[in-house]
């Protein structure tokens, strides 16, 4: 069983900034595709950012040119940079990890993005 500890989210203002973190028990970072997915209120899970165990990346339209998903093998983690943060993007952001034939989930961080 892997466990994805996530990290960094909270509060912050419109146009602010902030980088989620994810780390999976064990090293199979890897060999593993990763993703970020949120969870607005009354909304059902989308996809926000994904990159493959070889590095190709692939955005939400809504996080294309704001957002940025890079991993650290040597660190075993798996980052989403978020800036020009929008009320819109508030919602709980969840790691993912697929390990074939494995299906992992964090259990998710808040983002709010309020005045």
């Known amino acids: 069983q892997v466990q994805l500890l996530e990290s960094g989210g909270g509060w912050v203002q419109p146009g602010g900034s902030l980088r989620l973190s994810c780390a999976p028990s064990?090293?199979?970072?890897?060999?593993?595709?990763m993703g970020w997915y949120r969870q607005a209120p009354g909304k059902q899970r989308e996809m926000v950012a994904l990159?493959?165990?070889?590095?190709?990346?692939n955005y939400a339209d809504s996080a294309k040119g704001r957002f940025t998903i890079s991993r650290d093998n040597a660190k075993n983690t798996v980052y989403l940079q978020m800036n020009s943060l929008k009320p819109e993007d508030t919602a709980v952001y969840y790691c993912?990890?697929?390990?074939?034939?494995?299906?992992?989930w964090g259990q998710g961080t808040q983002v709010t993005v309020s005045s």
């Open positions: 993912n990890l697929q390990w074939y034939p494995y299906d992992y």
């Open positions: 064990g090293s199979i970072l890897s060999i593993a595709n």
């Open positions: 990159i493959t165990s070889s590095g190709s990346t």
